[in-house]
């Protein structure tokens, strides 16, 4: 069982920026990806950004350009780092940790943490 806990959401103003980390209770290395995921009221759950323990990433269109994932395997981190936030990015953003073996595959979810953009 893989815990899971983020830090790092707030209130920023529209253009600025916000660093969330994830804290994992084991070695990231032996996980297969690990992502950021948001959901903002009345909407699905959305992959944001997503890392493999190779290192490739992959980003959500509307933020590519301006969010960053990248993974500390000696810290067992993941972070994300937000920059040139707007208003739609306002959500719940919660990480994950995916494992899969063949065909099977868990995830591990995270408690979430806000981040609210202002205009």
């Known amino acids: 069982q893989v815990q899971l806990v983020e830090s790092g959401g707030g209130l920023v103003q529209a253009g600025g920026s916000l660093r969330l980390s994830c804290a994992a209770s084991?070695?990231?290395?032996?996980?297969?990806?690990m992502g950021w995921y948001r959901q903002a009221p009345g909407k699905q759950r959305e992959l944001v950004a997503s890392?493999?323990?190779?290192?490739?990433?992959n980003y959500e269109d509307s933020v590519k350009g301006r969010f960053t994932i990248s993974r500390d395997n000696a810290k067992n981190t993941v972070n994300l780092q937000m920059n040139s936030l707007k208003p739609e990015d306002t959500a719940v953003y919660y990480c994950n940790a995916r494992r899969w073996t063949g065909t099977t595959i868990r995830d591990y979810w995270g408690q979430g943490t806000q981040v609210t953009v202002s205009s």
């Open positions: 084991e070695s990231i290395f032996s996980i297969n990806a």
């Open positions: 890392i493999t323990n190779g290192g490739s990433t």
